[in-house]
């Protein structure tokens, strides 16, 4: 797998289809919740995932990736969004954090979060708030990865497989306190 890099949308857009590719793929075999429901619709992905590279492109959003060794296959993938805001120019949300099943429990989610996190400080966005299922596998990942879990809300999510309504665990990290604490250390 590659070293996560910063897609660009000049460089990059040849990889939008393995990149939908990947979310579905996180959708219909690991039921997450990101965006989509079921039944998939590839032209929708497509869709989404080019409006997102639009979005890459003006700076309101940042998009690591990771690919296999031929550069051709989207391993793993972490989507930041950073809006313009005057009361919260500081903060950042994780959309979402998708790695394919044969490259899983390598690291790779890790290294991706790694990379997204020194963009964002790099950008100013040391507030970083991801979210995940509660209850879930995602819960223990963000906690290993130094995030504060600030609560669960009800309801917030539809599970795309069942059409259920499931709770949504919501985290925080201020990576402005973190960085001083590696400066300090």
């Given at each position: 797998m590659s070293t996560p890099f910063l897609f660009s949308p000049s460089s990059h857009t040849h990889l939008l289809p393995s990149l939908a590719s990947l979310h579905a793929t996180c959708i219909t075999q690991d039921h997450t919740i990101s965006t989509f429901t079921l039944p998939?619709?590839?032209t929708a992905l497509q869709t989404w995932w080019t409006a997102r590279?639009?979005?890459?492109?003006?700076?309101?959003?940042?998009l690591v990736l990771s690919t296999n060794a031929d550069g051709n296959e989207v391993k793993g993938a972490a989507l930041l969004s950073m809006p313009w805001s005057q009361t919260g120019p500081f903060r950042a949300v994780v959309e979402g954090l998708w790695v394919a099943p044969d490259a899983r429990r390598r690291g790779l989610g890790r290294r991706l979060v790694e990379t997204m996190e020194g963009e964002a400080r790099v950008r100013g966005r040391g507030l970083v708030m991801p979210d995940g299922e509660a209850g879930g596998l995602v819960e223990m990942f963000w906690d290993r990865m130094?995030?504060?879990?600030?609560?669960?809300?009800?309801?917030?999510?539809?599970?795309?497989?069942?059409?259920?309504?499931?709770?949504?665990?919501?985290?925080?990290?201020?990576?402005?306190?973190?960085?001083?604490?590696?400066?300090?250390?």
């Open positions: 998939l619709n590839p590279a639009r979005d890459i492109d003006s700076g309101t959003r940042l130094g995030y504060t879990k600030m609560g669960v809300i009800p309801d917030r999510a539809i599970a795309p497989h069942d059409g259920t309504f499931r709770d949504m665990a919501i985290y925080h990290k201020d990576l402005r306190k973190a960085g001083a604490e590696i400066a300090a250390g």
